[in-house]
């Protein structure tokens, strides 16, 4: 029973995760306006709450150790609750910037150390639903930010009531934690409090870990990409309006969901290495799909097909880690293999930024594939490395 709760406030918790990531982009045509910013400053809140994610995200393991999973749930929870606040009430530039600080800090230890623990005490079929419960947390704060926009109300009320639904998430966070120590046995505790935090010098040693590392940053540029540039693509080269890219983008985050949640349900029957290398096969044909598309329904259908093939690689890639390596290493290795997959998301837009601007949004198709063939390459040479080793 105390098992069950605890993993209800982690799903609960992961929601909370996704809230934040996808409400900045669907908000900032009216925060820019309001503000009188160039559009451009977009890329600065970005960088400095990806920067603060990287940040965290590295140090995640050495912060475990000192604080353990669910002080870290609630204090990293808490500091999106005062970013959500802090935007809500921003006047300028200079708070936007600010107020992305404990956003960035706030999302990367959390993400580390829940995926560490769920890998460790659940099954793999949570780890799936996990990342699920992810999307539904990033598809529905656009939903709820377009509400107020579109009945005329200001951005800033948007982010006051997804204030209030990360402050009571927070709420449900610390009425979870003294279940957390019931849910964990004392052999589980007394191993987790034996182990030393690893050196990251120790870890750039291991040709297997880096290799990871290469994968989830393959993966990771696939996902930024799509969340970036998918519309912009739509409008520039499928010759779509606005307002109506803005609906089929949302058919990759549909993909997304979609897929993690079934992933949950199939992994009980297929293991997560087929898992990841049958979205692999599916990320292909819509990269294939895409590549041809002379429509907005072909590149409405690849990008759905992106998310569905793609989705499942995170949390069956985070679940193997604790069965391609050793016990000791594996929240060492899974805040590194984040703190790289967030380096790409941050770095992949950019380098997309500047081949756009050379051969126009037309080669989103084609940046699409390197960044796939970037992680099957790895992913074969990591399965290849770990066959060996075993």
């Known amino acids: 029973m105390p098992a069950a709760i605890v993993l209800v406030a982690i799903f609960i918790a992961y929601i909370g995760l996704g809230i934040p990531d996808s409400l900045l982009g669907s908000a900032w045509p009216a925060i820019y306006t309001e503000l009188g910013v160039n559009i451009s400053c977009l890329s600065a809140v970005s960088i400095i709450i990806s920067a603060g994610t990287i940040i965290s995200s590295f140090a995640s393991e050495r912060i475990v150790k000192k604080l353990k999973t669910p002080l870290v749930a609630v204090l990293s929870t808490a500091l999106t609750v005062i970013a959500l606040l802090g935007f809500s009430l921003s006047k300028n530039m200079v708070w936007l910037c600010f107020c992305a600080i404990p956003q960035g800090l706030g999302a990367g230890a959390i993400d580390a150390a829940l995926n560490n623990y769920v890998a460790h005490n659940y099954k793999a079929t949570h780890m799936n639903f996990l990342h699920g419960f992810y999307g539904v947390g990033v598809a529905v704060s656009p939903y709820i930010m377009a509400a107020f926009l579109k009945n005329g109300m200001q951005w800033r009320q948007g982010y006051r009531t997804l204030f209030y639904m990360q402050g009571a998430i927070l709420i449900i966070i610390i009425l979870s934690l003294p279940f957390w120590k019931m849910a964990r046995s004392a052999e589980s505790i007394e191993k987790s409090r034996a182990q030393r935090p690893i050196k990251f010098s120790a870890l750039i040693k291991n040709s297997a870990v880096r290799t990871q590392w290469v994968t989830f940053i393959g993966s990771c540029g696939i996902e930024s990409l799509c969340l970036v540039w998918g519309s912009t693509y739509l409008v520039n080269s499928q010759g779509v309006s606005a307002d109506y890219g803005a609906k089929i983008i949302t058919f990759y985050y549909a993909g997304l969901t979609l897929s993690r949640l079934g992933a949950g349900f199939i992994v009980k029957k297929i293991s997560s290495e087929k898992i990841v290398f049958a979205g692999q096969a599916i990320t292909f044909a819509a990269i294939v799909i895409l590549l041809w598309a002379n429509n907005a329904a072909a590149a409405g259908a690849g990008l759905f097909l992106v998310g569905l093939g793609n989705g499942p690689f995170f949390p069956n890639m ?34 997309f930024g500047i081949i756009s601007n050379i051969f126009s949004t037309a080669a989103f198709p084609f940046y699409l594939g390197v960044c796939f063939a970037i992680m099957l390459a790895a992913t074969l040479s990591l399965k290849k490395k770990v066959s060996r080793r075993s």
């Open 318 to 351: 985070t679940r193997l880690t604790v069965e391609y390596f050793d016990s000791e290493l594996s929240q060492a290795i899974i805040g590194t293999q984040m703190g790289f997959g967030y380096t790409s998301i941050l770095l992949t837009p950019v380098m």
